[in-house]
């Protein structure tokens, strides 16, 4: 089971961490993954974490102002939003698969509930 949390609402410029904490798997083999879906919107591929977390990979419109990271031993991934923008405005979901990084929704098999990110102009 995973739970997202640290959703909220900003200004542009301002910074906020998100977190999912997982339960009931071996949270370190799984790849993580964040996503978001904006109103109206499908949803899209944010970052992703191999599962030890020596690789990253990174949606275009986030690289150099997110960053993915996980605690294996706290069974938790976050994602550090920095220079947050009004499009960054989204339901972000965290997700997990297994085998290797990739950016396709279909690709991770669990998702979380979602937190939600507003970001103000």
């Known amino acids: 089971q995973l739970q997202a949390s640290g959703g909220g609402l900003v200004q542009a410029g301002d910074s906020l961490r998100l977190s999912c904490a997982d339960s009931?798997?071996?949270?370190?083999?799984?790849?993580m993954g964040w996503f978001r879906q904006a109103p109206g919107k499908e949803r899209e591929f944010v970052a992703a974490?191999?599962?030890?977390?020596?690789?990253?990979g990174y949606a275009d419109s986030v690289k150099g102002r997110f960053t993915i990271s996980r605690d294996n031993a706290k069974s938790t991934v976050y994602l550090q939003m920095n220079s947050l923008k009004p499009e960054d405005t989204a339901v972000y979901y965290c997700?997990?698969?297994?085998?290797?990084?990739?950016?396709?929704?279909?690709?991770?098999?669990?998702w979380g509930q979602g937190t939600q990110v507003t970001v103000s102009s």
């Open positions: 009931g798997r071996i949270f370190s083999i799984y790849v």
């Open positions: 997700a997990a698969k297994l085998g290797f990084i990739q950016t396709d929704v279909r690709d991770f098999g669990s």
């Open positions: 974490i191999s599962a030890s977390g020596g690789s990253q």
